[in-house]
């Protein structure tokens, strides 16, 4: 401590003693007082940390809150529109078929021609749904699969080895290798003797 401080010291404790009060009480009450300075202080960087705290809370809920009706509406216009695409590339297939329709009823319309439009139609509509992740299942000469294929019938066959499809009665369907209808076939069986 220096000299200077000390004699400072030494002066406001020879004048409380003049006045009669006691130096180390005095040194209690600043020190109070500055424990209670302090105090405050601390409470009121408390005060405002909390506040920073709680506008931050409320942003992020307001956040949450547009993130949450924003996914809403996305998930609904996903449902309303998710066919929007598929309508789209299907669109010329009706059209396909419309003219094919207003083709029959024309004069020098014949089945050969009525025939070649149809199977052309067709073609579209395989195109366009093989666009769409759909696989068409014809399993014709294939061992028959429980998973891909509905038996109809099970036919003796001497032509053919066992399990076998001999021949198929609907054409199966999958999307995105997901079954959403099996063949329905005609299974062979071993040949009675």
Same mark, same amino acid.
Not at 116 to 143: C, H, N, Q, W, Y
Not at 152 to 167: G, K
């Given at each position: 401590?220096?000299? =200077?401080?000390?004699?400072?010291? /030494? ?5 409380? +003693? #003049?006045? $009669?009060?006691?130096? &180390? ?63 789209? =590339?299907?669109?010329?297939?009706? /059209? ?5 329709? +207003? #083709?029959? $009823?024309?004069?020098? &319309? ?84």
């Amino acid at each position: 401590m220096s000299e =200077e401080r000390r004699n400072e010291q /030494d002066a406001v404790q020879n004048q409380a +003693e #003049a006045q $009669g009060e006691d130096p &180390a009480l005095k040194d209690l009450e600043q020190a109070e007082q500055q424990v209670e300075e302090d105090l405050q202080k601390a409470l009121e960087e408390a005060r405002q940390q909390a506040a920073d705290h709680w506008d931050a809370l409320l942003r992020v809920k307001a956040d949450m809150e547009n993130l949450r009706r924003r996914t809403r509406i996305d998930v609904e216009n996903a449902h309303k529109f998710a066919l929007e695409k598929f309508i789209n =590339e299907l669109l010329p297939v009706l /059209d396909s078929m419309e003219m094919g329709i +207003e #083709a029959a $009823g024309k004069e020098g &319309a014949t089945v050969e021609t009525l025939k070649e439009g149809m199977e052309m139609t067709f073609k579209m509509m395989l195109d366009v749904l093989s666009r769409f992740g759909v696989e068409r299942i014809d399993p014709a000469g294939e061992r028959f699969d429980p998973q891909k294929h509905e038996a109809m019938t099970m036919v003796p066959s001497a032509d053919h080895e066992p399990e076998t499809v001999m021949d198929v009665i609907q054409k199966g369907y999958s999307l995105n290798d997901r079954l959403v209808r099996p063949a329905r076939v005609v299974v062979s069986k071993e040949a009675e003797q």
